[in-house]
């Protein structure tokens, strides 16, 4: 009987989040009215992958303007979706690549090259002498970030170093999309546009500027969260910027890295930087404001959004104004009014189905429980008898949620930049930030662990054993469940050209480079899992661990997601409440600009994915008795979701 019932959950599950794909595709085709085509772009080095939207009407009879979108750092082509569908439902064609080092493109970030020194100020108001400009070294991946805003069309002070590194296409593959896009039959390269968020805004500057002075300039630029230049740091007082505008998030955990400054307020509209931008005066600056004429190129435009960096992408009044821009600049061919926004639909069914198939894949779990093979896996739960004390659980659990918490900003980061992985192995950047702060956690587990198996020998409690068949068993679980849901997103992908995400790359089909890496780092993410999971569910258990029903798991539940997702929560307040109230981004606040940014912004997505992981591990513990199944398939899951979304060298 339980076996029937899994598999009519399981099928139900299945259906909703096929019909919901469904739905999400008929909204990107605009029922029908726009093709989807995959391709790849062949350069000496690799392949840049891309996504193209194509509306039907466009032929060569007929062309259509073009737009190349350009994602932002840890993000994939399909991150510039709500643009590309919006923009395409208005009839242009449109262009979303894979950049250097991110998607399923070959090319790694290496090649869009790095400099042995970094700018700590505004580029054009740097010195030697004040040390903003200064010599760096470190890991390859360090030299990189701190590079992302030199520019392969600034001068030689900036771009080439004496060492014999240079910045080589800071457009990170986009230029050469860019001259493919136009080149296209049905596309008027007279008519075309390119638009970045975050680094894809560097990558836009950049080719803007390599296109500047030919036949198939950009007409409009459409910075999403991006940094501002004085006119004497470009290589050439000739490149000329077409219309651009600039959509400034108003609460940017990155805005100290574009502005050297905390926060965003009225205070920057009185900086050179931004009223020159505009071409005005410090006194006639202001947001959303057009400047400039659309029939010489000179519009330019600054935008201040209510949202933060990384929902700047999908922020409706920021799509609006950017249709808008686009439409003044190149003439879109279906005139829909710019607030008619599908795109969030989409996001949501996407997000709908992605929670359908995880929840099915714990129902799969359950329909194959009841098969001998995994006999073995489902077992008691440990006696109630030796159940800590009240107090010693509360020292405990404060003790796991501080030490995660405090050390996420400072570990995160050193694994990020400058710990001295080797780098043709451990190839992902924001996975490398992720290794640095499960390496000290499980260090931190297990010497804790060792002294509390000493303790329990002292007092004649015997430890807790190995338990060889359970593990092979739940091991092999976990693969079927994971396979469950890569095979199902891997469908998806091929149907209807989506996969299992909400926004931000979650789970996403591996290339060869990608899976090759998540082989590489699931031993560390298994190790981590397997002794947190050990120490919060079973070390930690209480009686609610014991209570039966609904209620009983709730309680449990509730519980355990405090004390997995107690020390980021800590962190998540410490960056907001401050800069919410004006004061600036909590990490960069307390901690140094150097501990803000990437791994601050990843909280946003961060905590919803263990959110669900302390729903699967309680689940997985209760029914089997043991920790192995919850632990291993949510390090599978969280190893596929950093591998597959982070940034390769």
Request: hydrophobic share 45%; with cysteine.
């Amino acid at each position: 009987m339980k076996k029937i019932k899994s598999l009519i959950l399981l099928i139900i599950l299945l259906i909703g989040a096929s019909g919901l794909m469904y739905y999400a595709d008929r909204i990107q085709k605009d029922e029908g009215n726009i093709q989807i085509i995959d391709g790849s772009i062949r350069l000496s080095d690799g392949k840049l992958t891309y996504k193209l939207y194509k509306p039907k009407a466009a032929s060569e009879a007929n062309k259509a303007p073009g737009v190349l979108l350009l994602h932002g750092y840890q993000n994939d082509h399909e991150t510039c979706a709500a643009y590309a569908i919006e923009l395409a439902r208005r009839g242009a064609v449109v262009l979303c690549l894979d950049e250097y080092g991110h998607g399923s493109s070959t090319i790694g970030l290496l090649n869009r090259g790095y400099v042995n020194h970094k700018v700590s100020v505004n580029y054009g108001n740097d010195s030697e002498a004040d040390g903003t400009y200064a010599k760096i070294g470190g890991t390859q991946r360090y030299r990189i970030l701190m590079n992302f805003s030199n520019l392969s069309f600034f001068n030689d002070h900036y771009s080439k170093d004496s060492d014999g590194n240079a910045i080589y296409d800071s457009s990170c593959g986009g230029s050469a999309a860019y001259e493919f896009l136009s080149k296209l039959s049905y596309v008027d390269s007279k008519r075309m546009a390119v638009s970045g968020h975050s680094m894809g805004t560097w990558s836009s500057w950049s080719v803007a500027a390599d296109f500047a002075n030919t036949n198939i300039a950009p007409r409009a630029i459409v910075l999403q969260c991006g940094e501002l230049f004085t006119d004497d740091v470009y290589d050439s007082k000739n490149i000329k910027f077409n219309n651009v505008l600039l959509l400034q998030a108003k609460y940017d955990e990155f805005s100290y890295f574009r502005d050297y400054k905390l926060n965003v307020t009225d205070e920057l509209l009185k900086t050179p930087l931004r009223y020159k931008f505009l071409g005005t005066t410090a006194d006639k600056a202001a947001w959303n404001t057009t400047y400039g004429k659309f029939e010489d190129g000179s519009a330019r435009r600054m935008e201040l959004l209510y949202t933060n960096h990384r929902l700047t992408t999908h922020d409706v009044n920021g799509l609006k104004v950017a249709l808008k821009w686009f439409d003044d600049a190149i003439s879109l061919p279906n005139k829909i009014a710019y607030d008619q926004i599908n795109a969030k639909v989409k996001e949501y069914c996407v997000l709908g189905a992605m929670l359908c198939v995880l929840f099915a894949m714990m129902a799969f779990m359950d329909f194959l429980l009841q098969f001998y093979l995994f006999s073995d896996v489902e077992t008691k739960l440990p006696s109630e008898e030796n159940i800590m004390s009240r107090g010693a659980r509360i020292r405990g659990g404060l003790l796991t949620i501080l030490l995660s918490g405090l050390s996420f900003p400072f570990m995160t980061q050193l694994g990020h930049a400058l710990l001295p992985l080797p780098e043709n192995i451990f190839r992902m950047t924001v996975g490398n930030g992720f290794l640095g702060w499960y390496a000290l956690l499980i260090v931190i587990m297990f010497i804790t662990n060792i002294i509390r198996r000493i303790k329990n020998r002292i007092k004649k409690i015997e430890n807790d054993k190995f338990d060889l068949p359970g593990f092979c068993g739940s091991a092999v679980l976990a693969v079927c469940m994971f396979l469950f849901v890569y095979v199902i997103n891997f469908v998806y992908s091929l149907v209807f050209d989506l996969d299992l995400r909400f926004i931000w790359p979650f789970f996403r089909p591996f290339n060869g480079v990608r899976v090759l890496q998540f082989f590489i780092y699931l031993p560390f993410f298994i190790c981590f899992y397997m002794m947190n999971n050990a120490k919060i569910m079973k070390d930690l258990r209480s009686k609610a661990t014991y209570q039966k029903g609904i209620f009983g798991f709730i309680v449990n539940w509730f519980r355990n997601f405090i004390l997995m997702a107690g020390g980021v929560l800590l962190i998540v307040l410490l960056e907001y409440i401050p800069f919410f109230a004006g004061i600036g981004p909590g990490a960069d606040v307390c901690f140094g600009s150097t501990f803000g940014g990437p791994f601050m912004s990843i909280l946003i997505l961060f905590v919803p994915q263990v959110l669900f992981f302390s729903i699967l591990c309680t689940y997985c513990y209760r029914k089997t008795g043991k920790v192995y199944t919850g632990a291993l398939i949510a390090a599978m899951l969280a190893c596929w979701i950093v591998t597959g979304g982070s940034s390769f060298l």
